[in-house]
């Protein structure tokens, strides 16, 4: 490619000016996060990031992401399997409105949950009858990661189905497969790493996701809490030392997400390359 | 793909029985309705439900109005920067081979795995009041966190890769085929960046910048962390909704909020319009010789 650099102007200048305002606007930023961290003893890190309060907020924030990442893996792989082979009334209609949640502010879409799942909403007052309370408890923060993570499964998987060669599921109900065998041993294993990293991402998107959730989740201290909420609480009692701390924690987290996603597209692209 | 009747004849082996294909449909509708139509109607109906009098009475308000003066402004200077941003990025990336590459477009992607309270947070660390740079900005008079420059900062490093995540792809799908020869003909670079790069990545580069404005505008965690929250100066609209909302003034609140949810809507049709569009033109290519090469459409893709 070296003829195309001699070729085309404009290299130094390009690359040059992303990475500066690469570095000013996030590389020095996260940077000051880490040299904050390291003026902490070993002993106020651990206490900080290991206080009970916070390994509850841990619990709720990873857990309610892997469940709403699972859920969305679900009927991700079902809405996206009807837009991709079915023609219907609305099919236009849905397939824009899936994108909702990448367009909806977080803020609304919080306070727009909780007036539904509220006991007096438009759901919530159904559920209430039979003891189901859905709002101001860790039931409305799946909820809410669900509505957010819905997309990036949908959005992974839809390309993927579409790419798919039809000729291989003929194939395999001449050789006599029932539907179910074709779908279970020939469809699925070529969207699985497709699906594997929507999957990823809407349990990375959950992890850090604050505004939909702090609407919700009724906030309880130990019950339901969630991380980034810890770290505006400490920020809000001046305890910039904790804060930080927890921030780190979750950082690193973001950093080993990252790196899986990006692992999983690499195997997902190295397996659409090998298709014949 | 070839013509209809084999077509109909391959049908049998790739599809399933009517009733199986019908409860699946139910069922995604039924999800898509209740996860995604009924939260954006409750926006609206809440909204409403005093009348359009107390609606148009919430937004008149001072506080609401400078609300979405401060919105549009961060918008307005947040967007263009990672436009900016965008195209050279993607320039450099798309266009050339070097080390590193794979580690840079990594470093691209990074901001949309930070959590937004983080992003907030760096730039308190950075610019508060005991901060790296804290000491030295008191001592000039300049504010930036509490204040709107810290905003703005906050919305450019959650909005950071959306146009660059849009181009690159698009841009790398194209080759450089095109730009060589126009160079080769006498073009100088930047007439063929405007003639014939520009042209080619317009729907791309259309689509992030509306996905960049719709999450500039409604950003809410990264903001509410460095904007201090004083009321009339330093609130954005979605911080405004967090206010009335924690008052109890859930009209009001939603109010507001039914402004961002259009806002989402306008987004989304724009988004479907361009994808249409798009869709038509690689027709239309794909009718030309095949050296003119074909992009796959890089609306559909994810950039949360």
């Known amino acids: 490619m070296s003829a195309s650099r001699r070729v085309l102007p404009g290299f130094n200048l390009t690359l040059g000016y992303t990475v500066f305002y690469l570095s000013l606007i996030v590389l020095i930023p996260l940077s000051a996060l880490f040299f904050k961290t390291f003026t902490l003893s070993w002993e106020q890190f651990v206490t900080a990031v290991t206080s009970p309060r916070v390994l509850a907020s841990y619990q709720l924030t990873f857990g309610a992401a892997f469940l709403a990442a699972l859920v969305n893996s679900v009927f991700g792989l079902l809405v996206a399997w009807v837009l991709v082979r079915y023609r219907f009334p609305g099919h236009k209609l849905v397939d824009a409105l899936v994108d909702l949640p990448f367009a909806l502010p977080t803020a609304v879409a919080g306070i727009s949950l909780t007036a539904l799942l509220a006991g007096n909403g438009w759901v919530g007052s159904l559920l209430e009858p039979y003891g189901i309370n859905l709002a101001f408890n860790r039931n409305g923060v799946v909820i809410a990661l669900i509505f957010i993570g819905l997309p990036f499964v949908v959005r992974t998987v839809q390309p993927v189905l579409e790419d798919a060669e039809q000729e291989l599921e003929e194939a395999a109900t001449c050789l006599g497969a029932t539907r179910w065998q074709t779908f279970y041993h020939v469809i699925f294993p070529s969207i699985a790493p497709a699906l594997l990293t929507g999957f990823a991402m809407a349990f990375a998107r959950g992890v850090g996701e604050y505004g939909s959730v702090i609407f919700i989740a009724g906030n309880m201290p130990m019950v339901s809490e969630i991380t980034p909420l810890i770290i505006i609480g400490k920020l809000e009692q001046y305890d910039y030392a904790g804060a930080t701390a927890v921030a780190t924690v979750m950082l690193l987290a973001s950093f080993a997400l990252l790196l899986l996603i990006n692992g999983l597209q690499s195997w997902q692209r190295q397996r659409a390359g090998a298709l014949p | ?304």
């Not at chain 2, 590193?100 to 760096?122: I, M, Q, W």
């Not at chain 2, 080619?200 to 409604?218: E, S």
């Not at chain 2, 724009?270 to 003119?292: G, V």
């Open chain 2, 1 to 304: 793909m070839s013509g209809a009747p084999q077509r109909h004849h391959a049908r049998a082996g790739t599809t399933e029985p009517a009733g199986v294909k019908w409860s699946l449909i139910g069922l995604a509708l039924g999800f898509v309705f209740l996860f995604l139509a009924l939260p954006l109607a409750a926006v609206f109906t809440e909204a409403l439900r005093k009348g359009g009098g107390a609606f148009v009475q919430a937004l008149q308000e001072p506080d609401a109005w400078s609300a979405i003066r401060l919105t549009l402004w961060v918008a307005a200077v947040a967007v263009p920067l990672n436009l900016v941003f965008g195209v050279c990025a993607a320039w450099a990336i798309a266009k050339y081979e070097f080390a590193g590459k794979a580690f840079l477009t990594t470093l691209v992607d990074l901001p949309f795995s930070v959590s937004p309270v983080v992003a907030g947070l760096v730039y308190v660390l950075m610019f508060g009041a005991q901060g790296w740079l804290g000491p030295w900005l008191q001592a000039h008079d300049i504010k930036i966190v509490f204040a709107i420059p810290g905003i703005i900062l906050a919305t450019v490093f959650v909005t950071f890769p959306f146009i660059a995540r849009e181009l690159i792809p698009l841009m790398q799908s194209q080759g450089t085929e095109e730009e060589q020869a126009a160079m080769v003909l006498g073009a100088t670079g930047l007439q063929t960046f405007w003639y014939v790069t520009l042209p080619n990545i317009r729907w791309g580069l259309i689509y992030g910048v509306i996905l960049c404005n719709a999450r500039a505008m409604g950003e809410f965690g990264a903001v509410s962390v460095v904007s201090g929250h004083i009321r009339g100066q330093t609130n954005t609209m979605p911080l405004h909704v967090e206010i009335l909302y924690n008052e109890y003034q859930s009209v009001a609140a939603f109010a507001v909020a039914s402004l961002l949810a259009l806002l989402a809507l306008v987004t989304l049709a724009i988004k479907s319009l361009m994808e249409w569009q798009f869709d038509r033109e690689r027709l239309a290519s794909a009718d030309l010789p095949p050296e003119r090469p074909t992009a796959a459409s890089p609306l559909n893709r994810v950039t949360p």
